[in-house]
């Protein structure tokens, strides 16, 4: 008996409206990935463990914007109904989106086979570090690791210092989530033409590479040093680069076009002449000059001189002080959500704008009834609980 209920409409708003996504619960990027197609509007529906694994630092529920925008459902994936229940769900959903290692859904019976047999117009979404194949496929791994191996990492840092961790941004964020989320997508297209779904294989390490092509192809083209901190964009040309100031808080400039580079030099009130001094052999004496200017002033004398003019100018602000800044408050950058201030969803739309996002829920503060509102019907879920599968 089909016991779930076939619908397509959804309360919230946004250009994915009625998008219906069933997600195993999982850390980071997979995460990551559903929180940005439900701030757009999808309907997630998080299934949890019934004793939930500690995933990364553990922290408040109501500051885990991983968690935002979405429900969540506890169960039992060793017990066959539980197995029953989620693929009823999938039966009526766009997109499954897992994080498990290759071949763990297939034991569970939740594989692509099991999951698109109840549903062949399902977008199959597997989200890993190194991919379903290849000798490292097995292999526990992190952020850190996937982009080590890409050469990414390698490039990051200063002159004469170790490569620097980028805040499991460009892995697990762009590389891993993002284009997760830009493949879900494109597939859920292709299979609203074809009426065919088909299986995503997300890695990380394929992600990171796809963002650094540029950087291999500057590589190849004998523009990129291997040394890190010697090029353009990592901190080896000064006109790209951070300064402290006078009060010891910091700046970016990055005025790489010469017309921008003059306007700085003009607006530090610097002698013309060094504009001469963009060429590489002569950025030693460039960074001394700049270094000495702005330890004169104060970062907020710095920026009442260049904010807002074409020196390409910005500063440097903590985590709590960007909420703050005038420019990011007068784009509504960050909002309230259950009363913790984070970013607000994007990119934005003028037709179609998103609703503001749920506060974080896991699965023991989501009423069954809740969570499954336009999944199942009453029937269905008398006839699951009646099978002990809520707990």
């Known amino acids: ?95 499954m989106v897992e994080g498990f290692r290759p071949g763990v859904t297939e034991r569970m019976g939740l594989g692509p086979q099991d999951c698109t047999t109840r549903n062949p117009k399902l977008v199959y979404a597997r989200l890993t570090g190194w991919g379903q194949t290849g000798p490292l496929a097995q292999s526990a791994g992190h952020d850190i690791n996937y982009i080590a191996i890409t050469g990414v990492l390698d490039a990051i840092g200063r002159q004469g210092q170790p490569p620097t961790p980028p805040l499991a941004l460009v892995g697990d964020g762009a590389g891993a989530a993002l284009y997760m989320a830009l493949g879900i997508l494109a597939a859920v297209m292709e299979a609203r033409q074809s009426g065919l779904g088909q299986v995503v294989d997300g890695a990380t390490v394929d992600g990171t590479l796809s963002l650094a092509a540029g950087l291999f192809g500057m590589r190849a083209a004998g523009i990129w040093r291997p040394e890190r901190g010697t090029n353009l964009l990592d901190s080896g040309a000064p006109f790209y680069d951070v300064y402290p100031c006078k009060d010891d808080l910091w700046i970016s400039i990055g005025p790489l076009e010469s017309r921008f580079f003059n306007e700085l030099v003009a607006r530090l009130e610097l002698d ?41 100018f910005a ?26 201030r984070q970013p607000a969803p994007a990119p934005r739309f003028s037709r179609t704008p998103p609703s503001t996002p749920a506060a974080p829920r896991k699965a023991e503060d989501t009423p069954v009834r809740e969570a499954l509102h336009g999944w199942l019907n009453d029937d269905a879920l008398g006839h699951w609980r009646s099978r002990g599968v809520f707990a």
Not at 317 to 333: C, F, I, Q, V, W
């Open 272 to 312: 013309p002449v060094t504009a001469e001094l963009r060429h590489p052999s002569r950025w030693p004496a460039l960074r001394t000059v700049l270094a000495e200017t702005f330890r004169r002033r104060t970062r907020a004398d710095w920026i009442a001189r260049l904010e807002g003019t074409d020196a390409c």
């Open 1 to 95: 008996m089909d016991v779930t209920r076939h619908t397509m409409n959804s309360s919230k708003q946004g250009p994915l409206s009625g998008l219906r996504i069933v997600q195993l619960a999982s850390a980071g990027p997979v995460a990551k990935a559903c929180t940005v197609l439900a701030d757009l509007g999808a309907t997630v529906l998080r299934i949890e463990r019934r004793t939930p694994i500690e995933l990364g630092v553990p922290r408040p529920r109501e500051s885990d914007a991983g968690l935002r925008g979405s429900d969540a459902l506890a169960l039992d994936l060793k017990h066959p109904d539980a197995i029953e229940l989620v693929l009823d769900l999938v039966a009526s959903a766009d997109v």
């Open 315 to 340: 500063p440097v602000l903590t985590l709590e002080e960007a909420p703050n800044h005038p420019h990011l408050k007068a784009r509504g950058s960050f909002i309230d959500v259950g009363g913790v």
